[in-house]
């Protein structure tokens, strides 16, 4: 199926979902780093899963009827401004290289949408996204209403289209997964580029350096979220990137970092010493997140509940803990009373795609949803071990999180970024021959 095909047959099954009424999906803003200068844009998720468009100031319309319609809004050709900003397609362009049934100009959303809405049931439309989208389409719908006396109805129904849309895009098909496979694959590559290139005396800035160069020079459009390079305490940090100290000899370095290909991201964490070895107080930690990790990787099968790697993560953790004597007690209490949180306070996983904490709801009706083919998620268990009166000083400062892409299969699951080594030997290996 081609590309347009795709997205055509999206716009087709949410409008069935629809059954009657009318949605409007309007891409992300632009938005403005300082004076006159941009951040680099990215499109809204939700509009070009269903579209494939790429370029900013754009609007979805789609109206479920018994002549459904596929519209898009989007900027007019202006050479001048092609000149400074590049290429447009300009709606005559879009409606032919996207597959729309029609386009218009995206100045004329506001008229056309009017006539669009009226004597429609329903409206949808992705609320509180943007607050000065919900004040628009509000607006455009109480000007429908100010037609009663010509016999036109505004729709009295008003749905968050993400919904629906979120539960389209919680099962891949083959088209995404091969992506999130390079996704995979180029990150994997750059965290190998990183263990090689890691020693005492380097900054945490050049570690990242070599990996953005690995993304770009691969074909990676962005990586998928901030870089996390973390060394010594810093990787006690979860959501650190500052990304700024120097590598000591003897400390951890835990690396959070992945791309972004074509609209989809990797997300991998690998933890390794920066001498290349172990102590033997990082070996132990190690061995039980890296074992925490592959009990969750284990139940990570169709059919099996949301929560079951986490739950098969945790055990492993909080044994380990009460083997550490960082926890006291049984394993039921450590696990019952959650002492286990002052050293791992997140849970296992997250949905991947689109976005890096992608959409899906994890709970139907109040428990755990099944996994099922298709389903894509990370896999991250970790410990953070900060100095304390009750902590052996040997340990101190010691975080460790080992993360993996996981898709699921119709006979388990498919680890997408198992090229990065992560046991200790191969990590070792790797570093020595580096």
């Not at 380097?202 to 390079?229: C, D, K, N, T």
Request: proline residues 5%.
């Amino acid at each position: 199926m081609s590309d347009i095909a795709t997205y055509a047959s999206r716009r087709v099954r949410l409008v069935q979902q629809m059954q009657r009424g009318i949605a409007v999906i309007p891409t992300a803003p632009e938005a403005v780093r300082n004076g006159d200068a941009h951040y680099p844009y990215r499109y809204d998720s939700h509009f070009h899963y269903l579209t494939g468009f790429e370029e900013p100031e754009a609007v979805l319309v789609l109206v479920a009827s018994d002549v459904p319609q596929s519209i898009l809004f989007c900027r007019e050709k202006n050479m001048e401004r092609e000149i400074w900003d590049g290429f447009r397609h300009g709606p005559d362009g879009a409606r032919t290289a996207f597959g729309f049934d029609a386009a218009f100009p995206i100045a004329q959303l506001d008229d056309k949408l009017t006539e669009l809405m009226g004597n429609q049931p329903a409206l949808f439309h992705p609320l509180g996204a943007h607050a000065a989208w919900d004040d628009r389409i509000l607006a455009l719908r109480a000007r429908v209403q100010a037609q009663a006396r010509s016999g036109i109805t505004a729709p009295n129904e008003i749905h968050d289209v993400r919904m629906l849309l979120d539960e389209m895009r919680l099962i891949k098909d083959a088209g995404e997964l091969a992506t999130m496979r390079r996704a995979a694959s180029i990150s994997a590559a750059a965290h190998v580029r990183a263990m090689r290139s890691a020693r005492p005396g380097r900054m945490e800035y050049e570690i990242e350096a070599e990996l953005m160069h690995e993304f770009r020079h691969s074909g990676a459009q962005a990586p998928a979220y901030a870089p996390i390079v973390a060394g010594g305490a810093n990787a006690c940090v979860l959501h650190y990137v500052n990304n700024d100290a120097l590598l000591h000899d003897g400390d951890l370095l835990l690396i959070d970092a992945a791309c972004e290909v074509d609209g989809y991201a990797a997300d991998i964490t690998r933890t390794f010493p920066v001498n290349g070895k172990f102590s033997a107080a990082q070996k132990d930690v190690y061995q039980i997140v890296l074992g925490a990790q592959a009990a969750a990787i284990a139940a990570a099968r169709p059919g099996a509940h949301w929560n079951e790697p986490h739950d098969a993560a945790l055990r492993v953790i909080a044994q380990g803990l009460l083997d550490l004597k960082l926890c006291s007690g049984s394993l039921d209490a450590v696990l019952e009373s959650e002492s286990y949180k002052r050293f791992y306070m997140h849970r296992t996983g997250h949905w991947l795609g689109r976005d890096v904490h992608d959409v899906g709801v994890y709970k139907l009706e109040g428990n755990w949803r099944p996994l099922q083919p298709g389903m894509t998620l990370t896999v991250e268990p970790g410990c953070y071990i900060r100095p304390a009166d009750d902590v052996p000083q040997a340990l101190w400062n010691i975080g460790i999180r080992i993360e993996d892409d996981v898709a699921i299969t119709d006979q388990g699951c498919e680890v997408l970024t198992d090229a990065v080594p992560k046991t200790v030997a191969a990590i070792e290996e790797l570093m020595r021959n580096a």
